[in-house]
């Protein structure tokens, strides 16, 4: 079980009473990322080197001034705070929902006690801010005061701890505990157990905590039993070849597919294909899924064959054939498309799926909010990694952490140029294979107005671990 620790907070504040959010499915490990929306958010899998977002956030020890905290006490109720810290949250806005938070926290410890499990689900939603914004330390703290006071209210095994542990865990994560996120993942699995039953969809997410955890550990074959035992699971509650197991079939396979296992990752599609038309035929609509995902899996491995392509176009006649074509699912796949002509084109692609795609989403509810996510930041159509050598890993000995932060435009036919370096520490050691990696790599260009215009001073940061004694690239 989890040790007693001494807790510290920034305020005595502690107590709450209304979940922000399903914890156990938000409190997932925090990765870096790029910088542009991305369709398969928060990696398994990441290479060596590793594109973080430019601008990070920066608090003091406490998260927030003391100035911003005291701005805070004219919220006179609790709802009036939870509505506040709503809204702050809904707009990112982290390092501001601290104060609110807190505050969120003192109203309720008046309202419901300072040992309340009420009280026990608003630090819960304290720590899971502080999580949000980096503070690992203390979102570890409030996140086990949190488990402490269900458990001396509720029981030793009370579901409502569960969420809390899955909160803990990510924050040992996030500081890069990585033993201790295991012991703590292992441990809200045993509760959802003891709570919910051996076989029961929601200890899933926990086992993908433990994959992912085990993965930065290398255990890749510990990571792999852990998915595994997600996927037995889900087909011992659904049945092998059923249409109710496709969303776990998909899930294991992105999971291959970041783990760079294209072959394994395509024969699941090729099985989830198989069970649909079984039971639906070879026209059902069901089969755009694992059609488009074939062809996206193709160039991931930047691999140009004619399969690929293929499942590309045969999805997209499958729409095209429905007597109400689904507009999203279409401008999905024209997009796609238009990806793959990006990144394999020799003689140029002309963006008219692009254009499809962006006129389908005129008739598409929140259209106009797809169309800047998919098509205003310019995203990896083909991505080039920097090479690994001279790079270490969390467990070498005195390794630390380097970048490189590489600026560039991308044109309107999707190809990178004005390649640059702004800074690099240690400088030289991997700037010329991230100039590298972003000059060879494609990108979806920029649409504005449903026009294609070339897309200036973007940029990357390129994160890594790296010896002293390495030598420069």
Known sequence: MVQRRPVHSPTPRFHAAVYLCALAAAARPVYSQDTEPSPDPDPDLEPAVVQTPVGPVSVDADGVSTEERGS???????????????????????VEAIPVAERVVELSQE????????????????????????????????????????????????????????????????????????TVFEEARTVNRRAFGLLNEDQIVILDHLANTMISMQQYEEAEA???????????????????????????????????????????????????????????????????????????????EGRGIS??????????????????????????????????SK?????????????????VEDGERLKRRWFYEPDYVLRENPSTRGLADAATPGARPGHVLVAFDVTTDGKTTNVSILESEPPGLKDQASARSIARSRFRPRMIDGEFVRANGLARNFTFLYAPESEED
């Open 72 to 94: 805070h006490a004219d919220l006179i109720t609790r709802l009036e705070a939870q509505l506040e810290l709503r809204d702050l949250l809904d707009k990112e806005e982290l």
């Open 111 to 182: 309202e419901f006690g300072p040992t309340s499990s009420e009280a026990a689900v608003a630090i819960s939603n304290l720590a899971e801010v502080q999580r949000r914004a980096g503070l690992y330390e203390e979102a570890g703290q409030n996140f086990l005061t949190s488990v402490e006071v269900f458990r001396e209210n509720e029981g030793e095994f009370t579901e409502s701890a569960i969420a809390p542990l899955v909160g803990l865990g990510a924050s040992y994560y996030g500081s890069g505990d990585y033993p201790e996120a295991v």
């Open 226 to 304: 852990q998915k595994q035992a997600g996927l037995r699971i889900m087909e011992r509650i659904h049945g092998p070849d059923t249409l109710e197991i496709l969303p776990a079939i998909y899930r294991h396979a992105l999971w291959l597919r970041r783990g760079f296992r294209f072959f394994e990752e395509r024969d699941y599609y090729g099985r989830a294909m198989s069970i649909i038309r079984e039971i639906e035929g070879r026209d059902s609509v069901l089969l755009v899924r694992p059609l488009r995902e074939i062809g996206n899996s193709f160039r991931a491995q930047k691999l140009p």
């Open 311 to 344: 499942s590309l176009k045969r999805a997209l006649e499958i729409l095209e054939a429905q007597p109400d074509p689904d507009k999203l699912q279409m401008a999905e796949v024209l997009r796609d498309l238009g990806d793959w002509g990006i990144a394999f």
């Open 347 to 363: 003689v140029g692609a002309t963006g008219d799926e692009y254009r499809a795609a962006w006129a389908l989403l005129d008739e």
